[in-house]
């Protein structure tokens, strides 16, 4: 999954401190960056771009595709018009090296000022000192105000010293990631289709077959489809929509072996192997999922707000929906991404550190320039729900981003894990099932004790 945005307005004025990274708390929490004694928070806010200040450089490091840094490369710009005594220096790296970028970088003592961070990261970084604590600079600001941010998102970056979701936040929402179920209205129109409900719980899974069925083509008469009706279905969405669990996290018990959760296991894969209207593994590798949509041959598939752009080229028309409810329980589910900003507890800079911060995150410009260019869902509560639904630009019942946040969105899986070899497991040995070799049931029966043993090993 694959978590944009922007700061305007103002700047705080700083008597420079120093900062060292440990593992006991400060400001009452027990964990996470401390301040040295002589260290001093900010105490006042200045205005951007109008007082002399000595020229600042920064460091800034994210992932994503060419559209992101592209988009962040304005942003940037935009900020360093607001913010003229600070340069900075921007760093896109390709998402799959980035986890590695970043250990090495920590190990060598050269952390970025600001840099992204999310899941399991946030959790072993927040835990380790890596992070510094932005309450006092909240605290200053003009531009935060908790109740009109999606709390959804900056629970993501709460640590107390012991768990991820409360205390003190450590980093501020670069996005909330509603991942939504999308569709080519065209092909559904060609085979005379009615469209996916947007309305959670009125599509279930046996509608959604039966629609996946009629889409599922051999169109040049060769004996294999070359269009299908449904790719890479997420199996989150199923597994919570039909009331199972991968983990219980309070009881730190592993629950893959559950009925709800391998029945709904066995779904997804028999979208392929029984019921021939999603592409296998080996299509899958020859051309992915994303590609057979945006070419125009796959008629349902996964959508995050950042693919707006790429999507609003397309030369068919989509729109999205809720993801299926299983007709189990009638409910529908998905992942709830998001991505963050953080700060270097050891960044020399750190006010300058936390402006671009809250800038890409917080500021009403910022924010709105983020969305206009397809990057995000703001994170400014107000405005998500008043001008961004009325972008003309698709989706055209974008409410739906909304609809996930609020009401049947989740954070993925390994949010509040700091350590993800349990995961891994999975994900390595799932294709056992997508190929046919095992079913789901026997599969999570084989998988969950080990599952459970790295879990227990790596979570302590």
Known sequence: MKSKSKFAGMIMLLLMFTLSACSGGSNGSSGGASQSPDSTAPNSEATAGTDKKDPVTIEFMGHGNPNEKKIF???IASFEEKYPHVTVKYTSVPPGEYSQKMTTLISSGKVPDVFYVGGSEFYRFAQAGTLLSLESYLDQTTLFHADNVWPQALDRYRYDGN???????????????PWSFVYNKDLFDQANVPYPSAVAGEWTWDDMLEAAKKLSLDLNGDGKLDQFGVGAYSLESAVWANGGEYIDYESGTVKVNEPAFYEAMQFVADLNLQHKVSPNQEAEQAMNAYTRFVNGSLGMFAMGPWDQPSFWELPFQWDIAAWPAS?????????????????????????????LAAYLSLDEQGQR???????AVPNLID????????????PQTRQVFLDIIEEYGRPDVIAFSKDTQWMD????????????????????AEIQPKMQELYDKGNK
């Open 327 to 355: 007709p189990n329980t009638g409910q529908t589910a998905t992942w709830l991404g998001s991505m963050g900003f953080a700060v270097s507890a050891k960044s020399k800079h750190p006010q300058e550190a936390f402006d």
């Open 73 to 75: 490369e304005k942003l």
């Open 425 to 444: 497991a999975f994900n390595q040995n799932a294709s056992k099932v997508w190929n046919g070799d095992m079913s789901a049931k026997d599969f999570t």
């Open 369 to 375: 320039e983020n969305y206009q260019l397809g990057q």
């Open 383 to 394: 405005m998500a729900k008043g001008e961004f639904l009325e972008m003309e630009q698709g």
């Open 163 to 177: 768990k991820v979701g409360a205390g003190d936040l450590y980093g501020l929402p670069k996005d909330v990631g």
